[in-house]
């Protein structure tokens, strides 16, 4: 059974930054596809980012692109959420999900940010950022 668990959230100024990890346990490393989503109260949980199976290719919203930076360490079965020039806007709490399994680079190209996409999911971290 894969388990996801989030940490690194909390309270931040406009401008600041934030670095969210997530833990993963139970899974083949370098097997499954890892994205970050967020959602705030009364919206559609939206994609952030996500990074292919062996951390070669990587995807952004618009929302987040040249702020936020994703990577993994699949060593240590993590995945980070760089997130810089944070703005209120970016308030929201944030999800780690991941693929059950390898997907095809393509389609996983096209598809990155659809919730459907992913078998697994974490419980979230609080993000707030203040103006």
């Known amino acids: 059974q894969v388990q996801l668990v989030e940490s690194g959230g909390g309270s931040v100024q406009a401008g600041g930054s934030l670095r969210l990890s997530c833990a993963a346990s139970g899974y083949i490393v370098g097997s499954n596809a890892v994205a970050w989503f967020r959602q705030t109260p009364g919206k559609e949980r939206e994609g952030v980012a996500a990074v292919y199976t062996d951390g070669s290719t990587t995807y952004y919203s618009d929302s987040v692109k040249g702020r936020f930076t994703i990577s993994r360490d699949n060593a240590k079965n993590t995945v980070y959420l760089q997130m810089n020039s944070l703005k209120p806007e970016d308030t929201a709490m944030y999800y780690c999900?991941?693929?059950?399994?390898?997907?095809?680079?393509?389609?996983?190209?096209?598809?990155?940010?659809?919730?459907?996409?992913?078998?697994?999911w974490g419980r979230g971290t609080q993000v707030t950022v203040s103006s």
């Open positions: 999900a991941c693929t059950a399994g390898p997907p095809g680079r393509r389609d996983y190209s096209s598809s990155w940010y659809k919730l459907a996409r992913y078998g697994y």
